[in-house]
Nanobody, 124 residues
């Protein structure tokens, strides 16, 4: 089992940047594919980005491609989400998640472990 704790959320103006972090504890971090999801008020939780165990493969939602970058540091048991050129539509609670499958997934149900989330608010 792995425990996940997100940090780095906050309030930012449109066009600004934030970097989210997700610290993992428990079993060996490099065993997990990691993902970021987000949930806006009144909407379902949606895929944002995912990264393979080694960090060599990444996938992004079309809505964030070119603006967000997912990365990981297995030595520090941490996954990051660098968010640039933020827009008000990016406002949501952002969740870090871990899955034990070999292939990075965009599907919420493939993820076994979830953090508590961190709020990101982008003002216009």
């Amino acid at each position: 089992q792995v425990q996940l704790v997100e940090s780095g959320g906050g309030l930012v103006q449109a066009g600004g940047s934030l970097r989210l972090s997700c610290a993992a504890s428990g079993r060996i971090f490099s065993m997990y594919v990691m993902g970021w999801f987000r949930q806006a008020p009144g909407k379902e939780r949606e895929f944002v980005a995912t990264i393979s165990r080694s960090g060599g493969v990444t996938y992004y939602a079309d809505s964030v491609k070119g603006r967000f970058t997912i990365s990981r540091n297995n030595a520090e048991n941490t996954v990051y989400l660098q968010m640039n050129s933020l827009i008000p539509e990016d406002t949501a609670v952002y969740y870090c998640a871990a899955e034990t499958n070999l292939v990075p997934s965009r599907l919420r149900n493939d993820y076994d472990y979830w953090g508590q989330g961190t709020q990101v608010t982008v003002s216009s």
